[in-house]
C-alpha cells in the first residue's frame, strides 16, 4: 500500500510571487557589495581575464598570466560574457555574478520540473480517499515541486557555495538538469530526448571534466535496466546521447589544441586533471564524506532517508529508484575522489533534495510540527543573536560582545549602513509575520513543515550579508593589499613574478592593476613574494625564490590575516 494520504487541501502550490521573491531574497544577498573573497576570487580572475583579453586567454583559461585550465572553461566564459554585457553598469565584479544568478535560477527550476512531472506520475499519487477529495495529479506535482526547492534552498551547504562564482556551481545546477532529462528520457525515450541529455552531459564535462558526466551515463542505464525499461534503442540513445556530450566538449577542445594559445595547450593539463580526480577509496574520505555530508546536506538527508524507509514495500518506481541511482552513483564518485573539497558535494544535492521531497508527505503530523516548533525557536534565536551582535559592535553594550565581534577584524571601524539595515529589518520583520502565519493558521499545506526553516535560513543569510557584509570584506578581501601595493609599485614596472596563489593574484591583478608575468613565464625586474610571518630567514627566501641582489620595495599583508604576508623585491642585478 502507497504510503501518502492526503487531502487536496494539502496541496495548495505555494504563490509564484511568493517562491520567486524567496529566490531572490536567497541569492542575491551575498552577490551585491561583497568583494571578490578568497574562496572564489581565482574563479572572477579567470572571467575577468577573459573578458578583457583576446581569444587566446578564452581558449586557454588564466588569472593574468597563472595557468588555470584544468577544471574547464564553461562557467568562466558564463562569467566572462556577463562581465562584456553589463561590466559598464554594474562594474566587473557584479556583472559576472549576473552568471551566478541564472546558474541558480537553472538549478532550481530544474529542480522543481523534475518533482512536478515526476509528482504528477499515477505510481507516485497519494491514496484516494474513501469520499473523494483526495489532490488532482497536477496539483500534487505543483507542491512536490514546490517543496523540493524549499528544501533546495534550505539545505545549508548550498547557501555560501551557491553565492561564490565557481566551476562546482555550474556543476551541481547542470546535474539538477541532467536529472530532469533523465526523467524525461525514461518518460518518453526517444532519440530528442537523448539528445537533450547529451546537452546536459557536455555542459558538464566542459565545467568540470569528464567523470560526472560518465557516471551519469552509467546510472541512467542502471536505472532503465531496473526498471526493466532497457532495450536495444536505450543503447542506441545512450550511444547518440554521449556522441552529442564528446561532440560539445570538442568546441574548445579542438580549437585549443590546434590554436595552441598563448603557445601552449590546456588539453594535456585538462586530461591530466581528470585523471587525478579518481582513486581508490580511503577510509579518510569515508570520513570526511560523512563528516562533512551531515551538515552540507541537512535537512534533506533525514527527509530522504525517511522517502526511502517509507516507500520500501513500493518496488520500481521512478520517482524513488532514480534519485536513489543518481545519488548512489555520484556518492561513489566524491568517495574515490582523492582531493575532495564542500564545492563537491554540490552535484549530489539535487537527487537528495529530489528524494526529501517525497518524504515529506509520508511523515506523521506530529514529526512534521516539531520541525516547525524547531525552526522557529532555533532561527528566531539566532536571528536576534546577530542583531545583538550588531548593535554590540556600534554601541560597545554589551562589552563582551563587542569584543568577540571586532576581534578578528583588528583595525576596522564599524559604520551604519542605511540601505543595508533597512533590508535587514524588513527582512526579520517579514519572519516575524511568516512565524505569525505559520502559528495563527495552523495550515495544512505539505510544504509548510519546509517553508520555515528554509526561510529561517534566508533570514540569517541576509542579515550577515546586510549587517556584517562591510567586516566580512575587511576580512576576507585583497582590495587593501593591492591598492597599498599598486602605490609603492614603480611607475615603469612592466613585469612582475610572483609566487602568489590564484585567488590573491586575481585581487591584485583586478584591485591594483598590477602587470603580471605573461603565460609562459619570463623574467622581470620585480618580484613579489607570498610567504608566511613566521618564516623571517631572507637567506631560505633567496634561495627558494631567487631574490639575492634583490631589494625590498614594500611589505604587507591583511589586518585580520596574522600568517599571511606579502613582499616586493626589485632585482638589482
Known amino acids: 500500500m502507497k504510503p501518502v494520504r492526503l487531502p487536496a487541501a494539502a496541496t495548495l502550490a505555494l504563490p509564484r510571487w511568493a517562491l520567486l521573491a524567496l529566490g ?23 572571467m575577468w581575464t577573459m573578458a578583457h583579453g583576446g581569444l587566446d ?15 574547464g ?3 568562466f566564459w558564463l562569467g566572462a560574457i556577463c562581465i562584456k554585457l553589463f561590466g559598464w553598469i554594474l562594474g566587473d565584479v557584479l556583472a559576472a555574478r549576473v552568471s551566478t544568478i541564472g546558474i541558480f535560477v537553472t538549478g532550481a527550476m530544474s529542480l522543481w520540473y523534475t518533482a512536478f512531472h515526476l509528482g504528477r506520475r499515477a505510481e507516485a499519487q497519494p491514496l484516494r480517499l474513501a469520499f473523494g477529495g483526495q489532490p488532482e495529479p497536477d496539483d500534487y506535482g505543483r507542491t512536490l515541486g514546490d517543496t523540493a526547492v524549499l528544501i533546495y534552498l534550505g539545505c545549508l551547504g548550498l547557501l555560501v557555495q551557491s553565492h561564490l562564482t565557481l566551476a562546482a556551481t555550474l556543476q551541481g545546477a547542470l546535474l539538477a538538469y541532467s536529472l530532469y532529462r533523465a526523467v524525461r528520457y525514461v518518460e518518453t525515450a526517444s532519440v530528442r530526448n537523448a539528445v537533450l541529455v547529451g546537452l546536459s552531459l557536455g555542459g558538464l564535462a566542459l565545467t568540470r571534466g569528464v567523470l560526472a558526466p560518465a557516471v551519469l551515463v552509467l546510472a541512467l542505464y542502471a536505472c532503465t535496466r531496473y526498471l526493466k525499461l532497457a532495450t536495444t534503442d536505450t543503447l542506441r540513445h545512450l550511444a547518440v546521447a554521449t556522441g552529442v556530450g564528446f561532440l560539445i566538449t570538442l568546441v574548445w577542445l579542438l580549437p585549443a589544441g590546434l590554436l595552441r594559445p598563448h603557445g601552449l595547450s ?59 541511482m543518481f545519488f548512489i552513483a555520484l556518492t561513489l564518485l566524491l568517495l574515490c575522489d582523492p ?43 539566532l536571528g536576534a543573536l546577530v542583531w545583538l551582535f ?52 495552523q495550515p495544512s499545506v505539505l510544504w509548510r513543515a ?36 599598486a602605490a609603492r609599485l614603480p611607475h615603469d614596472a612592466d613585469c612582475i613574478e610572483t609566487n602568489v596563489g590564484p585567488a590573491q593574484r586575481a585581487s591584485l591583478a583586478y584591485f591594483g592593476r598590477l602587470p603580471f608575468a605573461p603565460l609562459g613565464g619570463g623574467e622581470c625586474r620585480y618580484l613579489l613574494i607570498q610567504d608566511s610571518l613566521k618564516s623571517r630567514d631572507d637567506r631560505d627566501l633567496a634561495r627558494r625564490y631567487g631574490v639575492r641582489g634583490s631589494s625590498a620595495l614594500w611589505e604587507g599583508r591583511r589586518a585580520a590575516d596574522r600568517d599571511e604576508r606579502f613582499r616586493l623585491f626589485r632585482r638589482t642585478r
Open 24 to 46: 531572490m531574497l536567497y541569492i542575491l544577498p551575498g552577490l551585491i557589495g561583497r568583494d571578490p573573497w578568497k574562496e572564489d576570487a581565482g574563479s572572477f580572475g579567470i
Open 57 to 71: 586567454d578564452w581558449l586557454y583559461p588564466n588569472i593574468a598570466g597563472l595557468a588555470a585550465s584544468e577544471e
Open 73 to 75: 572553461p564553461l562557467a
Open 266 to 324: 590546456p588539453v594535456g593539463p585538462w586530461l591530466d586533471w581528470n585523471a587525478g580526480q579518481v582513486g581508490l577509496p580511503t577510509l579518510a574520505s569515508l570520513k570526511n564524506f560523512f563528516r562533512t555530508g551531515v551538515w552540507f546536506f541537512w535537512p534533506a538527508w533525514p527527509f530522504a532517508a525517511w522517502a526511502i524507509w517509507a516507500w520500501r514495500r513500493q518496488q520500481h518506481l521512478l520517482h524513488i529508484v532514480m534519485p536513489v
Open 339 to 381: 582531493a575532495l573539497e564542500n564545492a563537491d558535494f554540490l552535484k549530489m544535492l539535487a537527487p537528495l533534495a529530489l528524494m526529501a521531497a517525497f518524504g515529506l508527505p509520508t511523515m506523521k503530523r506530529g514529526a512534521i510540527n516539531a520541525i516547525d516548533w524547531f525552526s522557529v525557536m532555533v532561527l528566531t534565536i
Open 390 to 441: 550588531w548593535i554590540a559592535k556600534l554601541t560597545g553594550w554589551p562589552a563582551q560582545l563587542a569584543k568577540n565581534a571586532l576581534k578578528l577584524v583588528p583595525g576596522f571601524k564599524p559604520e551604519v549602513g542605511v540601505l543595508a539595515f533597512l533590508v535587514a529589518a524588513a527582512t526579520s520583520i517579514g519572519w516575524i509575520m511568516l512565524v505569525h502565519w505559520r502559528l495563527s493558521r
Open 450 to 485: 519546509v517553508v520555515l526553516s528554509s526561510s529561517g535560513l534566508i533570514l540569517l543569510w541576509v542579515l550577515l550579508m546586510t549587517l556584517f557584509l562591510p567586516d566580512l570584506n575587511y576580512s576576507k578581501s585583497y582590495a587593501g593589499v593591492a591598492q597599498q601595493l
